[in-house]
C-alpha cells in the first residue's frame, strides 16, 4: 500500500548518473583503505541496536504476533567509514571527501550556492539477497544527525512528514564497482514509490548517481550466484574484509570461523559521498549558528502528541529511544508503504 505520505517522497531532481567518478588511482587507493583496516562490520550492526530499530526505518509491518530477530533479516552486506561531520580519517582520501568536482555536482543538482562535504562510506559485499524493501536514507534535521541520534528515529521523523521545517537538504554521489555477470545494480523510483522503477544495471565500474536518496525510494539489486547468496553461520557480529590466503580475495568471518571465501570478481563495492546543501547563505547561517534546531526530546514530543490526536493507545515507556516496545509501535504508525513494482532477482548468468 502506498500512503499518502509516501508519495511526497520524491528527490529535487531526476538522478543524474555520471561515468568515472574516481580515478583508477583513486579508486585503488579506496580499496587499500578497506582492505588493510578491515574487517568491517555488517551495515544492521553498525546502524541498529534491535531488530525493532530496523523495521522502524523501512516499508512495511510485521504480522501480529511475530517476534523479530536478527536472523530473520540479516543480510551478507558490510559497511565502513572513510570521513564524517567534515572530517576525513584516511589522509590518503582527502581529495575524494572534499572533492570539487563532486560539490559541483550536488550544487548544480541542486541549483543551490553552497554544499558541504558530510558522509563518506562504503558498502562492501559479496554474493547476497535483494537489498531488503525499497528503503529511505538517513535523514539530517538542524540539531539531530547521525552523530546524536539513532537512525530508526531521524527515519521516523522523515516519514511522519511533521519535520519538514528543520529538515536540511542534502545530495550524494554514489559509484559502484562491480564486475560480475549477475545483478549487482541499483532499483531506484524517483517519480514516488508509485512510479516505475529506474534500474541501473551491471557491470559497474565507476559509474555513479547524483541523487537526493532521502526523498527517494531504492535498494541495492541482489547479485552473485544464487548458492552463494546466504553464507551459513552468518550473524549480527560477522565481519567482512581481506582473505590473506587469496591474493585479491575477501572473506567473511564470525570471530574464528571463516563462513564464506569470496574471489574479487564477485566482490560488490559502493562509495557513498553525501554533502550538506544550502540554497544561499541564509540558510547556511541557520544552520551553522543553531538558531532553529530541534532536539529529541521535542522531537519525541511531537510524535508523542501527534500518535494522542491519531487515537493510539500506548503505555509511555521511561526510556522511549531505546524502548524495543515503543520503537515498535512507532514503526507501525508512521509505516508509509513503499514501492509494490519491484523488478525480479536476476539469478543466472547475464547476457
Same mark, same amino acid.
Given at each position: 500500500?502506498?500512503? $499518502?505520505? /509516501?508519495?511526497?517522497?520524491?528527490?529535487?531532481?531526476?538522478?543524474?548518473? @555520471?561515468?568515472?567518478?574516481?580515478?583508477?588511482?583513486?579508486?585503488?587507493?579506496?580499496?587499500?583503505?578497506?582492505?588493510?583496516?578491515?574487517?568491517?562490520?555488517?551495515?544492521?550492526?553498525?546502524?541498529?541496536?534491535?531488530?525493532?530499530?530496523?523495521?522502524?526505518?523501512?516499508?512495511?509491518?510485521?504480522?501480529?504476533?511475530?517476534?523479530?530477530?536478527?536472523?530473520?533479516?540479516?543480510?551478507?552486506?558490510?559497511?565502513?567509514?572513510?570521513?564524517?561531520?567534515? /572530517?576525513?580519517?584516511?589522509?590518503?582520501?582527502?581529495?575524494?571527501?572534499?572533492?570539487?568536482?563532486?560539490?559541483?555536482?550536488?550544487?548544480?543538482?541542486?541549483?543551490?550556492?553552497?554544499?558541504?562535504?558530510?558522509?563518506?562510506?562504503?558498502?562492501? &559485499?559479496?554474493?547476497?539477497?535483494?537489498?531488503?524493501?525499497?528503503?529511505?536514507?538517513?535523514?539530517?534535521?538542524?540539531?539531530?544527525?547521525?552523530?546524536?541520534?539513532?537512525?530508526?528515529?531521524?527515519?521516523?521523523?522523515?516519514?511522519?512528514?511533521?519535520?519538514?521545517?528543520? &529538515?536540511?537538504?542534502?545530495? &550524494?554521489?554514489?559509484?559502484?564497482?562491480?564486475?560480475?555477470? @549477475?545483478?549487482?545494480?541499483?532499483?531506484?523510483?524517483?517519480?514516488?514509490?508509485?512510479?516505475?522503477?529506474?534500474?541501473?544495471? /551491471?557491470?559497474?565500474?565507476?559509474?555513479?548517481?547524483?541523487?537526493?536518496?532521502?526523498?527517494?525510494?531504492?535498494?541495492?539489486?541482489?547479485?552473485?550466484?544464487?548458492?552463494? %547468496?546466504?553464507?551459513?553461520?552468518?550473524?549480527?557480529?560477522? %565481519?567482512?574484509?581481506?582473505?590473506?590466503?587469496?591474493?585479491?580475495?575477501?572473506?567473511?568471518?564470525?570471530?574464528?570461523?571463516?563462513?564464506? %571465501?569470496?574471489?574479487?570478481?564477485?566482490?560488490?563495492?559502493?562509495?557513498?559521498?553525501?554533502?550538506?546543501?544550502?540554497?544561499?547563505?541564509?540558510?547556511?547561517?541557520?544552520?551553522?549558528?543553531?538558531?532553529?534546531?530541534?532536539?529529541?526530546?521535542?522531537?519525541?514530543?511531537?510524535?508523542?502528541?501527534?500518535?494522542? $490526536?491519531?487515537?493510539?493507545?500506548?503505555?509511555?515507556?521511561?526510556?522511549?529511544?531505546?524502548?524495543?516496545?515503543? @520503537?515498535?509501535?512507532?514503526? &507501525?504508525?508512521?509505516?508509509?508503504?513503499?514501492?509494490?513494482? @519491484?523488478?525480479?532477482?536476476?539469478?543466472?548468468?547475464?547476457?
Amino acid at each position: 500500500m502506498i500512503t $499518502e505520505n /509516501a508519495d511526497k517522497f520524491r528527490p529535487v531532481a531526476p538522478p543524474r548518473i @555520471i561515468e568515472n567518478a574516481y580515478t583508477e588511482d583513486q579508486h585503488r587507493r579506496l580499496l587499500d583503505v578497506v582492505r588493510n583496516n578491515g574487517p568491517w562490520q555488517l551495515i544492521l550492526a553498525e546502524n541498529f541496536k534491535t531488530p525493532e530499530e530496523v523495521i522502524a526505518t523501512t516499508s512495511g509491518m510485521l504480522p501480529e504476533g511475530v517476534e523479530l530477530t536478527w536472523d530473520m533479516i540479516l543480510n551478507p552486506v558490510f559497511r565502513g567509514y572513510l570521513a564524517r561531520g567534515g /572530517a576525513c580519517f584516511y589522509p590518503e582520501l582527502e581529495d575524494c571527501y572534499y572533492n570539487s568536482r563532486f560539490l559541483a555536482l550536488v550544487r548544480e543538482y541542486w541549483g543551490a550556492k553552497y554544499a558541504e562535504p558530510e558522509t563518506f562510506l562504503f558498502n562492501i &559485499q559479496g554474493p547476497s539477497p535483494i537489498g531488503g524493501p525499497p528503503h529511505l536514507d538517513g535523514t539530517v534535521f538542524r540539531g539531530m544527525t547521525m552523530e546524536n541520534t539513532p537512525l530508526w528515529l531521524l527515519l521516523t521523523m522523515a516519514k511522519s512528514c511533521l519535520f519538514r521545517h528543520w &529538515q536540511v537538504k542534502k545530495g &550524494q554521489v554514489i559509484a559502484w564497482y562491480y564486475k560480475g555477470r @549477475i545483478g549487482g545494480g541499483f532499483n531506484c523510483w524517483p517519480d514516488g514509490p508509485g512510479g516505475e522503477p529506474l534500474q541501473i544495471s /551491471a557491470p559497474l565500474w565507476g559509474r555513479a548517481v547524483v541523487v537526493e536518496n532521502e526523498m527517494m525510494f531504492h535498494h541495492g539489486q541482489a547479485c552473485g550466484p544464487l548458492a552463494m %547468496r546466504k553464507p551459513a553461520g552468518l550473524d549480527i557480529s560477522s %565481519r567482512f574484509g581481506a582473505d590473506p590466503e587469496v591474493e585479491g580475495g575477501w572473506r567473511i568471518t564470525t570471530g574464528d570461523v571463516v563462513n564464506q %571465501r569470496i574471489p574479487a570478481e564477485e566482490m560488490r563495492f559502493l562509495v557513498h559521498w553525501g554533502a550538506r546543501i544550502y540554497k544561499d547563505f541564509d540558510e547556511m547561517k541557520v544552520y551553522m549558528d543553531h538558531s532553529d534546531d530541534i532536539s529529541a526530546d521535542q522531537a519525541l514530543n511531537i510524535l508523542i502528541d501527534d500518535m494522542r $490526536e491519531r487515537g493510539v493507545a500506548f503505555e509511555m515507556p521511561t526510556d522511549p529511544m531505546n524502548d524495543r516496545r515503543f @520503537i515498535g509501535l512507532v514503526s &507501525q504508525v508512521y509505516d508509509i508503504g513503499g514501492p509494490a513494482n @519491484i523488478p525480479p532477482d536476476a539469478v543466472g548468468e547475464a547476457a
